[in-house]
């Protein structure tokens, strides 16, 4: 496959990028070798973090193309048990202020450009203006790729547990 070259651009997302969000999500997760190092986010999920102040989402684009060439989305738990903040051992008050880097999906001809570094970052830099100060998200211990980014951002490992039905995870946490 011939890798793609180009200038992108980083914006946010909105209600009616939920199904280029799904066929992104769904086209990486198809191609991955190790299905279980990405759980991949179904279009009902996408849509209720899209449309609602539960979650934020950008997207990489291509403009030669003026495509979409990854995403990216942030997930706001508030104080629901699934809070990554808890496996932290954050305090109940300090809950409301944790985003989760939930899902970043890069098409596979647009990788090499950063761009799952980028979209994180531009929505780290939303977040921590909306006030929030912790970001946690969760990795595959044996997704060297995607575990390396994250270490290079900031993020700090907490601990390795099962989350999400049975899936083994390495947790991490940035204070920002």
């Known amino acids: 496959m011939e890798k793609e070259t180009g200038i992108f ?76 903040g808890r496996d932290a051992g954050l305090g109940e008050e300090e809950l409301p202020f944790v985003a989760h880097m939930d899902s970043v999906a890069v098409l596979a001809r647009y990788r090499g450009h950063r761009l799952q570094y980028r979209l994180m970052q531009t929505a780290e830099a939303d977040l921590k203006k909306a006030g929030f100060r912790y970001l946690m998200c969760t990795v595959h211990p044996d997704n060297h790729h995607s575990r390396n980014n994250i270490i290079s951002q900031g993020y700090e490992s907490v601990c390795v547990k099962e989350k999400y039905g049975g899936y083994v995870r390495e947790i991490f946490l940035k204070r920002i």
């Open 9 to 84: 651009r980083i914006l946010r997302a909105g209600p009616g990028d939920c199904q280029v969000f799904a066929r992104i999500i769904q086209a990486v997760w198809s191609g991955l070798d190790k299905k279980e190092w990405f759980v991949a986010d179904d279009e009902e999920y996408i849509c209720r973090m899209l449309t609602t102040e539960r979650g934020i989402g950008y997207k990489a684009v291509d403009e030669n193309r003026g495509q979409a060439a990854g995403v990216f989305m942030a997930a706001i738990p508030g104080r629901e048990a699934g809070n990554l």
